[in-house]
């Protein structure tokens, strides 16, 4: 039997070797995620295939959220991915608030250390994708950054208001650029900084959910503000 065990070792050694690597590869160091969901829009849409940085911030123990050597804290404005225990998945959202902000939204404007964030309407660039007719794209200052969102109209939805809240030491506050159509810091509270996993600037590929799951090369490599 153990003879028998290390044939078969020997002649898949190297095999086995190269999946154990790219396993921890994928563990530590990069990675990608597939966005099942339209709660990013603009900015990511379902189908794409998103690029992760898993050693943007910490280097961790591969398979676990234990941090061995800290880079760097997610900024303002980061897209950021980490495991949510609240909602018991992987999430996708951006970066609002840092521990110590205190963070407001009157009709989905947002107020940060007292300062009102200022918004520009923006043309959407889904051509093929297609924006909703009760909804609109602006262009969030997101003090120094600036990105898109999308909101319904009117402004009337459950989750576009809050009052003040200040984000707590080792948290974040994060938020879906879908601002009525994400499960975010609105419903699962602030995210713990050791449940993040990663960042996301580009997409790595994108298939069309809605029509046969063709890929569409216009996303291909695409960067994500």
Known sequence: MQQKIYTIW????????????????????????????????PTIIEGDRIAVNKIAYDLNLPFTHISLVNFA????????????????????????????????MNNNQLTINGEIISYEDTQ????????????????????????KIRISSPNSQRFANFSAVVVPTGHYLMLGDNRDNSADSRFIGFVP????????????????YDNYYLPRPDRYLQSLD
């Open 73 to 104: 804290d997610p900024e303002r404005g980061d897209i950021v991915v980490f495991d949510s225990k609240v909602s018991d998945k992987r999430l996708v959202k951006r970066v609002i608030g840092l521990p110590g902000d205190r963070v407001a």
């Open 124 to 147: 959407s660039t889904e051509v093929s994708y297609g924006l909703p007719d009760n909804s609109k794209d602006k262009l969030e200052k997101l003090l120094g950054t600036n990105h």
């Open 10 to 41: 020997r002649e898949n050694k190297s095999f086995v070797i190269f999946v154990t690597l790219m396993l921890i590869f994928r563990s530590a160091v990069a990675d990608w995620n597939t966005v099942p969901t339209g709660s990013m829009k």
């Open 193 to 208: 900084r050791k449940e993040i996993v990663g960042r996301t600037r580009n997409v790595v590929m994108s298939f069309d």
